[in-house]
Antibody, heavy 125, light 108 residues
Framework: QVQLVQSGAEVKKPGASVKVSCKASGYTFTSYGISWVRQAPGQGLEWMGWISAYNGNTNYAQKLQGRVTMTTDTSTSTAYMELRSLRSDDTAVYYC??????????????????WGQGTLVTVSS | DIQMTQSPSSLSASVGDRVTITCRASQSISSYLNWYQQKPGKAPKLLIYAASSLQSGVPSRFSGSGSGTDFTLTISSLQPEDFATYYCQQSYSTLPITFGQGTRLEIK
């Protein structure tokens, strides 16, 4: 069965960096993209960016450009999200999600069909 | 960016009720609209994709409709396990992908 298993909770000081991992199993890793979505305490869902596990292409949310880097390691079927220069408002649960595309000619429908369990990142001095 | 606005923001209902949640996009997104359910402390779960296609394993009491800018998620007969927060998400423009602010469905 498809699983996305994320790394554990982190506590960081302002200005530090964090790297969250997302290990995939149960499917061909390079056949799907991975998006990262975060959720601040009591708030809604915010898309952070996407990476193709096939070729490493990325798209990042403009507000995070320059602070976020998404990578993959196809040898271990693991996706990574690194966020730098952390601020208190980066405190959130970070999720990875598999992006599936269903072809329905002439278009393709994209959605997030599997999610990791979430990783709480707390930024506090 | 495409803004997604859900209404209501919260809703109280009883088991057995029929419930409708609305999602409006700031521009036409065709049928590139997905719905998710999230329970406290859990990751979101996909319910509906492409505005009206039921994800495998999701009960048939959930249905979606709409196209263009106006969409609805309907639960035909609320069950106790349906009390959660629901989010719409557009995939028409992927830079960025955007979600609605969520609708919290509570027990009356």
């Amino acid at each position: 069965q498809v699983q996305l298993v994320q790394s554990g909770a982190e506590v960081k000081k302002p200005g530090a960096s964090v790297k969250v991992s997302c290990k995939a199993s149960g499917y061909t890793f390079t056949s799907y993209g991975i998006s990262w979505v975060r959720q601040a305490p009591g708030q809604g869902l915010e898309w952070m960016g996407w990476i193709s596990a096939y070729n490493g292409n990325t798209n990042y949310a403009q507000k995070l450009q320059g602070r976020v880097t998404m990578t993959t390691d196809t040898s271990t079927s693991t996706a990574y999200m690194e966020l730098r220069s952390l601020r208190s408002d980066d405190t959130a649960v970070y999720y990875c999600a598999r992006e599936r595309g269903v072809v329905a000619i002439p278009t393709t429908w994209y959605y997030f069909d599997y999610w990791g369990q979430g990783t709480l990142v707390t930024v506090s001095s | 960016d495409i803004q997604m606005t859900q209404s209501p923001s919260s809703l109280s209902a009883s088991v057995g009720d029929r419930v409708t949640i609305t999602c409006r996009a700031s521009q036409s997104i065709s049928s590139y609209l997905n719905w998710y359910q999230q329970k406290p402390g859990k990751a979101p779960k996909l319910l509906i994709y492409a505005a009206s296609s039921l994800q495998s394993g999701v009960p048939s009491r959930f249905s979606g409709s709409g196209s263009g800018t106006d969409f609805t998620l309907t639960i035909s007969s609320l069950q106790p396990e349906d009390f959660a927060t629901y989010y719409c998400q557009q995939s028409y423009s992927t830079l960025p992908i955007t979600f609605g602010q969520g609708t919290r469905l509570e027990i009356k």
